[in-house]
């Protein structure tokens, strides 16, 4: 695979976030895609219509589609966390973009992990699926499968929505349990793989989930008030417990890094805590004051 430089607009496509874990792999994946960084504009080097795959953390998605000319933003291919309806919305006016249409632009759910710059993704054959939808949804498709990685092209970017709002509870609920040296014995405390948290910390894990479930159908409710499909208002702590077991143990020895998750937590966490006005949620707030030490307040 060959990684360019951006001089013209004949590259096949771009890669935005080249330099992190799974943009360096998407790289890798692809031949002459133009590698786009933090000062170049992303469309620039490719013709319209061609696919510009974005791999940047959720506080970096507004600054991407910000930068990104109106008539390539439905060329974007988002493999990112977050949740579609909110960052493909201006986060100060709560309106979508312009040139943004949710049925054309790329959007997916990471349901993968890459360790390190440079590595192979990790995951195994009961790995929950990437879901993914838009125009440009099986080139995405075609370029995880070739890594042996599970994935699903959905029809209706609702089912984004819902998919992305379940993982939500994943990103919010392990990197705490993981890294809250408050619960059981905390000599010599180290912080957990994912893994450790399902078997040794399986009722702390439940009893966030019992407390946040509720919270994850009301903010479902909050993009989707008229649709009742997409609440998942059937899926009981066992079964969203079994989800998140399932994507926990395809990538078992993983830490999630703190300091990604605290720079994130508007994106992550202050999404769930947007909605205590109507769901209170202290084993939640205790979890981050252990974690942190205080709940941050930026974003919600």
């Known amino acids: 695979m060959v990684a360019s430089t951006p001089t013209s607009d004949d590259f096949k496509g771009e890669v935005v976030g080249a330099n992190g874990r799974i943009g360096s792999f998407l790289l890798r994946s692809v031949d002459d895609y133009a590698t786009v960084s933090k000062d170049q504009v992303p469309g620039s080097y490719s013709q319209v219509g061609s696919p510009i795959l974005v791999a940047v953390p959720?506080?970096?998605?507004?600054?991407?589609?910000?930068?990104?000319?109106?008539?390539?933003?439905?060329?974007?291919?988002?493999?990112?966390?977050?949740?579609?309806?909110?960052f493909l919305s201006n986060p100060k006016t709560k309106i979508r973009y312009d040139g943004i249409d949710k049925d054309l632009v790329t959007t997916s759910v990471p349901h993968f992990g890459v360790l390190g710059i440079g590595s192979d993704p990790i995951s195994n054959e009961s790995s929950p699926p990437t879901f993914i939808h838009g125009k440009n949804a099986k080139l995405l498709d075609d370029i995880l499968s070739s890594s042996g990685l599970n994935t699903s092209i959905v029809q209706e970017s609702q089912e984004v929505d819902a998919k992305a709002i379940r993982k939500l509870l994943w990103v919010s609920a392990m990197w705490l349990l993981c890294h809250d040296s408050k619960i059981g014995n905390t000599d010599d405390f180290q912080p957990l793989t994912v893994k450790q948290v399902h078997e040794q910390r399986g009722e702390a894990l439940n009893d966030i989930l019992e407390e946040l479930l509720p919270v994850a159908n009301l903010l479902l409710q909050k993009?989707?008030?008229?649709n009742e499909e997409y609440t998942d208002k059937h899926l009981s702590v066992g079964e969203v417990s079994k989800y998140m077991q399932d994507y926990s143990f395809s990538m078992p020895t993983a830490i999630p890094n703190k300091m990604l998750a605290i720079d994130e937590f508007a994106q992550r966490n202050g999404n769930l805590l947007a909605m205590k006005k109507f769901i209170k949620q202290p084993i939640h707030e205790e979890r981050i004051i252990n974690v942190v030490g205080f709940i941050p307040k930026e974003g919600y």
Do not use: E, K
């Open 223 to 226: 993009y989707y008030p008229h």
């Open 58 to 86: 959720a506080t970096q998605i507004s600054n991407v589609i910000d930068s990104t000319p109106i008539s390539r933003r439905n060329d974007l291919i988002f493999v990112t966390n977050g949740i579609p309806s909110d």
